[in-house]
T-cell receptor, first 115, second 111 residues
Framework: GAGVSQSPSNKVTEKGKDVELRCDPI?????LYWYRQSLGQGLEFLIY????????KSGLPSDRFSAERTGGSVSTLTIQRTQQEDSAVYLC?????????????FGPGTRLTVL | DAKTTQPPSMDCAEGRAANLPCNHS???????VYWYRQIHSQGPQYIIH???NNETNEMASLIITEDRKSSTLILPHATLRDTAVYYC????????????FGDGTTLTVKP
């Protein structure tokens, strides 16, 4: 596609439910990144993928968060047993390679609201 | 990543140059200076980056001091659409790591 796409654009869920957020990177981009941005705050880095592997998962805020990437393309960020503090915009980005991670292209984000 | 310091907000008149400063006094020799911006309700957008030389592209110019402890992003003719949060980030080029964007500078371009 022309850019990074994310779905859903908005997600409202109840506390305790699981949610899945999807990211489709730009075709040919081997590196993929997840961030979150709470209201009025800067970006918080969560995890990155080089191909299908995530070398460092320590940026994930808790063990309720997990991410996977299959086929070197689509990635899913899963939040289990959501809490109100998980409410944020979750942003996905991709770059041609991890070595070029600073020239990232961002998707529009998924706004997650946990009631 | 080296720590950066940016003013929280700035105003600029439409059509004038916007000069956004960034201090990065602890920058190390292999760290680059990157600038992104985030327009309200959109994902961040890469603007420009540099190591030690000044850089220019179709969006902006980046001026890095000789000691590399500070830099300035210049938008030569600011428009209302340049209103955004501008992030200055310092990091090595090949280390994705647990990088964050910090709080940035909110630039408001006024008519």
């Amino acid at each position: 596609g022309a850019g990074v796409s994310q779905s859903p654009s908005n997600k409202v869920t109840e506390k305790g439910k699981d949610v899945e957020l999807r990211c489709d990177p730009i075709s040919g981009h081997t590196a993929l990144y997840w961030y979150r941005q709470s209201l009025g705050q800067g970006l918080e880095f969560l995890i990155y993928f080089q191909g299908n592997s995530a070398p460092d998962k320590s940026g994930l805020p808790s063990d309720r968060f997990s991410a996977e990437r299959t086929g070197g393309s689509v990635s899913t960020l899963t939040i289990q047993r959501t809490q109100q503090e998980d409410s944020a915009v979750y942003l996905c980005a991709s770059s041609l390679a991890v070595e070029l991670y600073n020239e990232q292209f961002f998707g529009p984000g998924t706004r997650l609201t946990v009631l | 990543d080296a720590k950066t310091t940016q003013p929280p907000s700035m105003d600029c008149a439409e059509g004038r140059a916007a000069n956004l400063p960034c201090n990065h006094s602890t920058i190390s020799g292999n760290e680059y200076v990157y600038w992104y911006r985030q327009i309200h309700s959109q994902g961040p957008q890469y603007i420009i980056h540099g190591l030690k030389n000044n850089e220019t592209n179709e969006m902006a110019s980046l001026i890095i001091t000789e000691d590399r402890k500070s830099s300035t992003l210049i938008l030569p003719h600011a428009t209302l659409r340049d209103t955004a949060v501008y992030y200055c980030i310092v990091r090595v080029r090949t280390n994705a790591g647990k990088s964050t964007f910090g709080d940035g500078t909110t630039l408001t371009v006024k008519p």
